[in-house]
């Protein structure tokens, strides 16, 4: 079974985070991890794009980065895009490379409970198996379209 979070516990969490980083971030714009960063780029987050394979490209107006340790400067959230099994190394850098990390997201189809309860013994809050793209537009009454305003536009209308 999922964990259950309350809405103010979800609006806080997208209140105080203010730089993102996106691990697993594709340049696919029909990808989830594209639309979701553009999103909440798009919503006044600084995003920072992580994808080893992307390295030194431009999304978004920001070069992507190849690690988590590659990163300057302070990162709020990190919101994972990536396979359960890929999560515990992911968390293990967040922590070490960020003290004053404030979230760990880990996105639909995402959860690694060890090393959930690895960042919140540091203190860091954790949410498995949710998008930040769909809370924050259910929480603040964007959601349409059956639910997801992926900001993809058809040309076949």
Known sequence: MSEQYTDEFLKKVLTQSKRVAVVGVSMNPVR???Y???YLSLKGFKVVPVNPGHAG???????????????????????????SDHVP???DE????FPNLKTI??????????????????????IMNRCPKIEY??????LRMGGFATGVISSKL
């Open 89 to 91: 190394p992911i968390v």
């Open 57 to 83: 490209e431009t999304l978004f107006g920001s070069t992507v980065i190849g690690s988590l340790r590659d990163i300057e400067g302070q990162i709020d959230m990190v919101d994972i895009f990536r396979r």
């Open 32 to 34: 989830p991890s594209y």
């Open 137 to 142: 537009q259910r929480l603040y009454g964007e």
């Open 94 to 97: 967040a922590l070490d490379c």
């Open 105 to 126: 997201w880990m996105q639909i189809g995402v959860e690694h409970p060890q090393a959930a309860e690895k960042a919140r013994a540091r203190g860091v809050d954790v």
């Open 36 to 38: 979701v960063a553009r």
